[in-house]
T-cell receptor, first 114, second 113 residues
Framework: DTAVSQTPKYLVTQMGNDKSIKCEQN?????MYWYKQDSKKFLKIMFS???????INETVPNRFSPKSPDKAHLNLHINSLELGDSAVYFC?????????????FGPGTRLTVL | AQSVTQLGSHVSVSEGALVLLRCNYS??????LFWYVQYPNQGLQLLLK??????LVKGINGFEAEFKKSETSFHLTKPSAHMSDAAEYFC???????????FGKGTTLSVSS
């Protein structure tokens, strides 16, 4: 059973397009996250979200928006894609209220913008 | 602000040799620290975590790490490397609000036969 799943695994698209990446977790967690891993493998938080609060990394362009239809899902919508958006995007989840914040990661979505 | 520094972007060892991956942290509050491993084309898997209990933490696959407050370090070790240990290793600290993990830049571990 996959704990955190993402679709698609690979996404190739043209500049200017709008795309979405889906994330689902079956761990019963109430907090979900999106991270971006660049070409140098550096991981950076983009968003964290639970049913109470969305926390946005201020460096993330507003072309990126998380949407959560329910506690088990956090999708990432990206408008007007740019070349610099090419990266691997990871979804993660955890249980809120625990300061040690152990997070479980999905397999990643490799986005290539041409 | 919290931060993590991983010394050495690439570490190479022979099979059977000691693995030592270095991590130093900076934190304004008692930190919660993690080591994650990323195998090629996969997501991140938790190896071990420090949450202010024992300073020597044992994880999966024979890895362990020791929290040393005086040195602000949380180095990862394994007595004997296996070929299957070749991967990217990330040290991370939890931010004070518990809203995100702050990662180091990663260390690539290569294991030769």
């Amino acid at each position: 059973d996959t704990a955190v799943s993402q679709t698609p695994k690979y996404l190739v698209t043209q500049m200017g397009n709008d795309k979405s990446i889906k994330c689902e977790q079956n761990l019963g967690h109430d907090t979900m996250y999106w991270y971006k891993q660049d070409s140098k493998k550096f991981l950076k938080i983009m968003f964290s979200y639970n049913n109470k609060e969305l926390i946005i990394n201020e460096t993330v362009p507003n072309r990126f928006s998380p949407k959560s239809p329910d506690k088990a899902h956090l999708n990432l919508h990206i408008n007007s894609l740019e070349l610099g958006d090419s990266a691997v995007y990871f979804c993660a989840s955890s249980t809120s209220g625990r300061n040690y914040n152990e997070q479980f990661f999905g397999p990643g979505t490799r986005l290539t913008v041409l | 602000a919290q931060s993590v520094t991983q010394l050495g972007s690439h570490v190479s060892v022979s099979e059977g040799a000691l693995v030592l991956l270095r991590c130093n942290y900076s934190s304004s509050v008692p930190p919660y620290l993690f080591w994650y491993v990323q195998y090629p084309n996969q997501g991140l898997q938790l190896l071990l975590k420090y949450t202010s209990a024992a300073t020597l933490v044992k994880g999966i696959n024979g890895f362990e790490a020791e929290f040393k407050k005086s040195e602000t370090s949380f180095h990862l070790t394994k007595p004997s490397a296996h070929m299957s240990d070749a991967a990217e290793y990330f040290c991370a600290v939890s931010d004070p609000a518990g809203t995100a993990l702050i990662f180091g830049k990663g260390t690539t571990l290569s294991v030769s036969s």
